[in-house]
């Protein structure tokens, strides 16, 4: 077990912790745990590449602590009222259709790839910045509304046409298409 895969299994320990102060009303403590799980992330990957600690299980299970985390602070967000359900629906959605696309395709026997595309880049970078400004002003109760709705529209702009991309990469990859245009390509 490499240190950086201990500093993940630490974050997923701290999707709960945040959920419960969340759900508490202890805005503080949850942005905190918010802040502490996005500083452990970046401290954990730099571990894995400087000191070459990179290995096979932290690559699955990095995303997947992020994810728990984004995903759970924005289900509890929107029950609060303060995100708009549409938006949680869309970010929720789009990520069961990315398992459920590779888990299809690893079952029929022609696994994908697993390559963040750039939108999809994007679109985590405006789900972390809506979630971190909106716990910042839960916590410190400091006016956000342009700043916050902005951020809404533009995570959900980004969430679906992540969504469309994946899910059309799939459909090619489901098709066997093949790109002539792309380096590679036949």
């Known amino acids: 077990m490499t240190i950086p895969n201990l500093i993940t299994l630490l974050r997923f320990l701290l999707v709960p912790a945040v959920v419960f102060a969340l759900l508490k ?8 745990g918010f ?3 996005g500083i ?4 954990d990957g730099f571990i894995a590449r400087h000191f070459n600690q990179r290995s096979e299980l932290g690559a699955y299970i990095d995303p997947m602590a ?8 924005f289900i509890v967000l929107s029950y609060l009222e303060v995100l708009p359900l549409w938006l949680v629906i869309a970010v929720v959605s789009r990520d069961a259709l990315i398992v459920g696309g590779v888990l299809l395709a690893t079952i029929m026997g022609n696994p994908v790839a697993m390559k963040p595309l750039m939108v999809s880049k994007a679109n985590t970078v405006a789900q972390i910045v809506l979630a971190a400004v909106v716990l910042a002003d839960l916590a410190f109760a400091f006016s956000s509304s342009f700043l916050t709705h902005a951020l ?18 799939w459909i090619k990859h489901m098709g066997g298409y093949v790109d002539t245009n792309s380096p590679g390509g036949s």
Do not use: C, R
Not at 25 to 32: I, L, V
């Open 25 to 32: 009303g202890h805005m503080g403590w949850a942005f905190t």
């Open 66 to 73: 992020d994810k728990l985390l984004l995903v759970s602070v």
């Open 35 to 37: 802040l502490v799980a």
């Open 152 to 169: 809404i529209y533009a995570t959900g702009l980004l969430t679906v046409a992540s969504g469309a991309a994946y899910l059309v990469d």
């Open 40 to 43: 452990s992330d970046g401290v």
